[in-house]
């Protein structure tokens, strides 16, 4: 769903009007909430928002999938070194 021009509110509108917009916003609208004439807040609906939130989950997840499936290929491909073995050649240099 787009942002149309009508969904662009002032804040002072939007305290005056808030029950009204409130509904807009069940039905499905996003506002778009502007003080001094710039975006400052969003209004939603709150299943939209925990849906918004779930993807977001979602998002991370598979970019941790792709961050280990990475570490494997890596792995395999040899270029990795024992952790134990890299603490001790950065401890070294540090000292030298």
Known sequence: MGISASDVIPLSTARAKLSELAEEVKAGAEKIITKNGESYIA???AQRLDYYHQLE???IH???IDEA????DDVAAGRVKDA???ITAIKRRRSA
């Open 43 to 45: 209004l939603i609906d």
């Open 57 to 59: 989950r979602e998002r």
């Open 62 to 64: 598979l970019l941790l």
């Open 69 to 72: 499936g990475r570490g494997l």
């Open 84 to 86: 134990r073995s890299a």
